[in-house]
């Protein structure tokens, strides 16, 4: 095992593992600008560690230097010579011939919410507010069902029968519409939240949301308050997802 | 924990019994819960396909209880417990039913047993396997053979001479139930029922598709093996998947840019699908769009941008109020001006403060620049300079919308290569009543104008390679000499 | 030897198509003859379409006869049978005809067993049934296709459409007797060499339904029986 104790090997060790960690490591996969990123750091810090006595740095150098010098490596070297140039060349090629890729879409997907809002005239404080359908257990099945209607005549085009976000308009649609299965959308909402995204759509979106791309109808046109709050109900119920309480702020 | 089943499935399947008696492990009574928790809203509870949803759904929802199955790949009317379980996981494409892979596969086999027991009479005659003739593959030999029989089965009566769909009887087919049903649109294989497979085809054509207009070709083609050369026929059509893009690109050329659609140039461009859906925004909503694909291309050469448009719609039509027939209209959204700064109109053609540029074109009255802010209030720009061409035949609207590519005003969209341009796509099929806000339509995309390819991509890798490869002989070189000092 | 003892029903229709339906003489020994008239007290139903393809073969206009009605307040295209008098099945094919877009004739009468489609107009048709008992059929039917065999049975009405031209309906009435007729445009039809006794009496029009009377046939004689159906 003397070779591990090469510096070079180090160094080309720990990059390695590096890439396998941040390429295969983290879910869902970083994107290649992020790798990029973290690995120019990692590859810093190895070098700042390699030089920081005199020692270790002839030592990191010493292989690098017998590739370059030793008659007995003249094969590796010639390699390295053509190779790397074609490397190189092969990279700047792919820069340059480059289709251009869409923007990035710089857009706050769970913007903070007004503190209240005006439902068909109706002022609704949303700090704290919960859904009034909870309050009675015994009707909330009733409420679930009802809200399931609704849900299939109105939403379902775009949120999909399997509250998935992949119904059948939604490709047309950018940015996509909520994907409720993933337990990064309505789980992390308070009911409130909810019933003010559904009232108020898109055009209710501040800013930073972008409201001009979001295809999410006003409901309250449309829908009761009674039947927003049964279909997040049924949102909630059939996706097994739980609403965030307030207290958890 | 999944792959079990799958794999006793395979070895099943390897010894030659039957996939249906694997089917039996389905259990009605656990079916039922799983079918009222996700198929009832739309199958309804008594599996007659009246559920809340079915009223807004064309196609309906099925109505178990009649028993018959469009995709079924029995030679009877009775469907395999296979061919339940396949349409459960993969759905109907085209339709509103979704693919069910997501529920465990012991919940689908439940399914198909509960589904059943809606019509126990249908099912008390076991499915018969249909066999299809030997298969024969594709070549340009069994693709003009199977074109010939396409025209001498004259499938062109609802699937229209070149399958868009636009056959003459296509107003009249009905289904069993008496709702309007559309044939196919054959250049679309992604959204077949029963799927775009050759065999999924192959089999559709020999047995039909029951409770349709659809019939059974088996025994009405010359010789068996013509359903293969058919299906080879139908498959040259089109291509597998829609080309659907996230950035719209205009393409660079040098040369004078031709209104004609037809013209040679347009078929060297990229194809470039663009999804729409229907309006539900606003009143009145749109909930089964006609218009659900428009192919781009499009293309600039400095001082001109022109976009090339592709799309299916089955009638020709022009405005004529009284007969509730509307003229077809495709309309390109941009917002007005040059420099798009982050705010945008809204996509719903803009509203009262930030109004939308369209490029827009009316079967009947041509193209026209006009200015939008909102659906019901278009107004045309005085002096349009768009020039367009539209060609409509078998089905299909081919059209260029051609202008220049700085405009001279800002109530109109300018166009600059390195700038991302917001652009939406609306579209319209009269024949079908499509007016105003009911409509099928995009939100943003980016557009973007390619610059005119430069030599540059075969200039700098070649520099690139040989300065590193001087850099390295002058690294060793020295290495060397300091070494031998 | 059998053949020459045959007894023939004659259905003369609107198109003036004949078909034979010959029954076995075997069971029908000193049989009588039952001369059924069927009347209807409204006016004719018919609607007329216009065509928009494949007007070579079909004409400029489909006319669809709901309710046909001839000389004497006759109601044609009823299917008249005697369900109580059994017999064997004749040894000819039932056969309906597409010509000119329709079905010919537009009501066939049939015992349980076979039936060719014939396709006369040498271009695509589908058979497309409609029924209960009986497995539903959707066949298309190319122009090279000339003739299609198919089967009933099991007693029934078997609607009969055709997708490519929606206009196109006809009727196999299956029924669980040879001895069976289709009134002509004047109403009436004979049914000969029915075995004496008392026999019930069946009539059924596609739009205005069925009725039953009873009737007693006589050897060698002609027992007449009159039906008057309402407009619904």
Known sequence: ??????????????????????????????????????????????????????????????????????????????????????????????????????????RAIHPAPPPSLSFRGKEMNLQGLENPLRKDQASLARHAAAGGAIYIQNCFYCHGDNLDGKGHFAPAFNPPPANFEDPGTIAQLPEAYLFWRIAKGGPGLP??????????????????????????????????????RWQEH | MRTAPAIALGVLVALGLPPAAVGQQGDAAAGKGVYERKCALCHGDQGDGQGPGAERLVPRPRDFTSGLFKVRTSANQTPSDRDLFDVITNGMPGTSMPGWSTLPEKDRWSLVAYVK?????????????????????????????????????????CHGTEGRGDGPSRPELKDEWGFPIAPANLTRRWTFRGGKSRTDIATRLAAGVLGTPMPAFLDSVEKPEDIWHLTNYIVSLGPEEPRTVSLVTVGAVSDDIPVDPDAELWKTQRPQDIVLAGQVIIEPRNFNLAIDLVT??????????????????????????????????????????????????YFLMGDANDPVYLLRWEQGKGAAEVTAHGPDTLTPIAGSEVAAKA????????????????????????????????????????????????????????????????????????????????AMVLIIRSANRRHHL | MRNALGVFSVVALLASAVTLIGTDSATAQGGGTIEAEVKYNGPPVVETLKINKDTQQCG?????????????????????????????????????????????PHVVVMTPGQIDIKNSDGILHNIHTYSSANPSINKAQPKFKKVMTEKFEKP?????????????????????????????????????????????????????????????????????????????
């Open chain 1, 1 to 106: 095992m003397r070779f591990l104790r090469s510096r070079f090997l180090q160094a080309v060790i720990v990059l390695v593992v590096a890439f396998c960690v941040f390429r295969f490591g983290i879910r869902p996969p970083a994107p290649w600008s992020v790798i990029k990123l973290y690995m120019a750091v990692v590859a810093l810090a190895v070098l700042v560690h390699i030089s920081s006595d005199s020692d270790s740095w002839r030592d990191f150098l010493r292989p690098i230097r017998d590739t370059l010098t030793r008659p007995e490596r003249r094969f590796v070297r010639a390699v390295l010579v053509v190779l790397i140039p074609v490397l190189l060349g092969y990279y700047a090629y792919s820069v340059a011939a480059a289709r251009p890729e869409a923007p990035p879409q710089l």
């Open chain 1, 207 to 244: 800013r930073e949301s972008t409201p001009w791309d979001s295809a999410m109808p006003a409901w309250e046109d449309r829908l009761t308050e009674e039947q927003i709050w049964q279909v997040i109900v049924y949102v909630y119920e059939a996706t097994g997802q739980r609403p965030r």
């Open chain 2, 117 to 157: 027991t809606f019509a126990p009479e249908r099912f008390k005659e076991p499915a018969k396997k249909l066999e299809l003739p030997k298969e024969v593959g594709s070549s340009a030999d069994s693709i003009e053979r199977g074109r010939e029989m396409f025209e001498a089965i004259e499938c062109n009566k």
């Open chain 2, 296 to 345: 781009l291309r499009a293309v600039h050469n400095g001082r001109d941008i022109a976009f090339h448009l592709t799309w299916d719609d089955p009638t020709e039509s022009k405005a004529e109020p009284d007969k509730k027939v509307f003229a077809d209209v495709i309309a390109l959204q941009f917002p007005p001006g040059s420099a798009p700064g982050e705010a945008r109109p």
């Open chain 2, 391 to 470: 060609v409509y035949s078998h089905g299909q609207y081919r059209l260029v919308l051609k202008r220049a590519l700085v405009a001279k005003d800002t109530a109109r969209a300018s166009f600059a290569p390195g700038v991302f341009t917001p652009v939406a796509f609306q579209a319209w099929d009269g024949g079908a009543g499509e007016a105003g806000a009911k409509m099928s339509l995009t939100t943003w995309y980016p557009l973007t104008l390619e610059e005119p390819r430069s030599n540059r991509r075969f200039v700098v890798p070649p520099l690139v390679a040989v300065l590193t490869f001087a």
């Open chain 3, 60 to 104: 400029t206009d489909a006319k669809i006869e709901k309710v046909a009605v001839g000389a004497n307040k006759g109601l044609a295209n009823t299917v008249v049978s005697v369900p109580t008098a059994k017999g064997q099945a004749p040894a000819k094919k039932t056969v309906i005809d597409q010509k000119g877009c329709a079905f010919v």
């Open chain 3, 156 to 232: 029934e009405v078997v609607k009969v459409t055709c997708d490519v031209h929606s206009w196109m309906l006809g009727w196999i009435a299956i029924v669980p007797t040879p001895y069976h007729g289709v009134t002509d445009a004047n109403g009436t039809t004979k049914i000969e060499n029915v075995p004496a006794g008392k026999h019930t009496v069946e009539v059924w029009h596609e739009t205005l339904g069925k009725q039953t009377k009873e009737v007693e046939v006589k050897p060698g004689q002609t027992a007449k029986v009159s039906f008057e159906v309402k407009k619904k």
